[in-house]
């Protein structure tokens, strides 16, 4: 079993930043592919960033590339979402999961098997 507990969220102004932290326990593994997810209000829940164990493979949707870096720290077991330039539909809360089978660095909800309770990222324009 691994837990994820995400922190750092809050309410920034347009143009602001914002770093979230997933911290991991349980059995984890560095193998693990860690994803960021999120769910603004009235929609699903969607896809941000993923990294592989490596930490060099790391993948964005499209709308948050050049905004959002995704790093993870596996000697601490964290993993961590920069968010920069942050824009009103970036409110969301904002979800970590991982993948313990890592064959490939997801971007599907159902390829993940843990989640934590989520952080919730409000940005007013």
């Known amino acids: 079993q691994v837990q994820l507990v995400e922190s750092g969220g809050g309410s920034v102004q347009a143009g602001g930043s914002l770093r979230l932290s997933c911290a991991a326990s349980g059995r984890t593994s560095s193998n693990y592919v860690m994803g960021w997810f999120r769910r603004a209000p009235g929609k699903e829940r969607e896809f941000v960033a993923a990294i592989r164990w490596n930490g060099r493979n790391v993948y964005y949707e499209d709308s948050v590339k050049g905004r959002f870096t995704m790093s993870r720290d596996n000697a601490k077991n964290m993993v961590y979402l920069q968010m920069n330039s942050l824009k009103p539909e970036d409110t969301a809360v904002y979800y970590c999961?991982?993948?313990?089978?890592?064959?490939?660095?997801?971007?599907?909800?159902?390829?993940?098997?843990?989640w934590g309770q989520g952080t919730q990222v409000t940005v007013s324009s």
């Open positions: 999961a991982a993948d313990p089978i890592g064959l490939r660095v997801g971007v599907r909800e159902n390829e993940y098997y843990y």
